[in-house]
């Protein structure tokens, strides 16, 4: 009998396990602590971290205490006999293994508080309905006061954004699809010519033509609609994915197209018939690109669509909301969580293609 031969492990290939798995953790973490937090009430994050909802130690009320309602809160206060400050009823001050602290300063009650295990376990969902639907919500405040907030209201943004993202994802790569084909398999005079200024293209930054291309736009009438948002990110798109394409078509056999030529079928139909379903991998792997390009987008936006409401896309109204609720964490969170779900969806839905079409063309053969 012959013994297998085992194949040598590869040396080091431990150390690059290792090394992913830090990369997976450290993206991992504050993925969660966006997503725990996002569901969490206004008044517990004002409180405490989004890691109170693992089993911890914490402080938890016993008893409760009621003061006399005339007591002057800018005097020091009596509490079971000791003196304290307002402020430090405000923050939690410990008295041996108690902790003393407002539960509702205007009705002036203090919590007697133990240390305790437990979780934080109050989820909500109001968070994505205020930051959606832009209705009023109301904050308990640590001293028992109530604020009233308003809502964002990124529902219609959010809906913009998907109005903006699928055509200006489906246009450039069904143009794209079609240019690639022809640079690869078809003879035209010109083509290398073409061909090279489609790769000069690509180290051209898009800040160059924003200003020019806006005077256009000006002129046309198409600035600030959807129409005109589409074409800008066509065109910056456009040398990446034929470039992106043609490494994918150009490896394909020839005798499919030899055999498709001499069987009568045109160059649409071997196109549509032929090259379509075998670029799947790599169709699917440049639309990740480009959506996830365009679903990020602020400066294109920015300059070609504008920041009103009625147009406003999501990347913009989070950066207005960082500007205008910087501490409403709890909007914050949710707002962002709602950013990063469709990109996410896309991505899951389109990754068992995704490595075979980036290294699709790659190797010959």
Same mark, same amino acid.
């Given at each position: 009998m012959?013994?297998?031969?085992k ?21 991992f973490?504050p ?9 969490r009430?206004?008044?517990? &994050? ?7 909802v693992?089993?911890?130690r ?6 409760? &205490? ?17 003196t ?10 410990e ?10 300063r ?8 133990e240390k305790?295990?437990?979780?934080s376990?109050?989820f ?13 919500y109301?904050?308990?405040?640590p ?12 529902g ?13 994802t489906?246009?450039?790569?069904f143009?794209?699809?079609f ?5 690869a398999?078809?003879?035209f ?5 073409f ?16 200003i020019?291309i ?11 609609t ?6 800008a990110h066509?065109?910056f ?27 009568g079928?045109s160059?649409f139909t ?9 670029s799947?991998?790599a169709l ?6 480009q ?14 669509l ?5 147009v ?16 409403d ?7 962002a969580?709602v ?27």
């Open positions: 012959r013994k297998k031969v194949a040598p492990r590869r040396k080091g290939h431990w150390l690059v396990n290792l090394i992913l798995g830090i990369i997976c953790v450290v993206w973490i993925t969660l602590g966006l997503l725990i937090s996002s569901v009430p206004a008044a517990d &994050i004002l409180q405490t971290g989004w890691w109170t693992i089993p911890h914490q402080w938890d009320t016993v008893s409760q &205490i009621k003061l006399d309602r005339e007591t002057d809160l800018r005097k020091p206060i009596q509490v079971n006999g000791q304290f400050q307002d402020d430090q009823l405000k923050a939690g001050v008295v041996g293994d108690q902790r003393l602290i407002w539960e509702n205007r009705a002036r009650t203090v919590n007697v508080q305790k295990w437990g979780a376990t109050n909500t969902l109001q968070n994505y309905e205020t930051v959606l639907g832009g209705k009023e109301k904050i308990t405040q001293d028992g006061t109530v604020q009233t907030e308003q809502g964002s209201g990124m219609r943004s959010f809906w913009n954004t998907i109005a903006v993202v699928v055509p200006s489906v246009i450039p790569i143009i794209a699809s240019a690639a084909y022809a640079f398999w078809l003879k005079k010109g083509r290398k010519a061909f090279i200024v489609v790769i000069a293209l690509l180290v051209v930054p898009l800040q160059v033509a924003l020019p806006l005077r256009d736009y000006t002129a046309l009438g198409l600035n600030g959807y129409f005109g948002i589409w074409m066509t065109a798109g456009l040398p990446l994915i034929t470039y992106f394409m043609y490494n994918s078509i150009s490896q394909l056999p020839k005798d499919l197209f030899e055999s498709a030529f001499m069987d079928a160059n071997i196109f549509s018939k032929l090259i379509l379903p075998l799947v991998p699917a792997s440049i639309c990740i690109f959506f996830l390009w365009v679903w990020n987008d602020y400066l294109v936006s920015l300059i070609f504008g920041s009103q409401p009625e406003q896309v999501l990347s913009m109204s989070i950066a207005n909301l960082v500007g205008s609720r910087g501490n964490w709890h909007l914050l969170t949710a707002a969580f950013s990063m779900l469709t990109p996410l969806a896309v991505f899951f839905a389109l990754q068992k293609y995704f490595v075979r079409g980036l290294l699709g063309g790659s190797v010959k053969g």
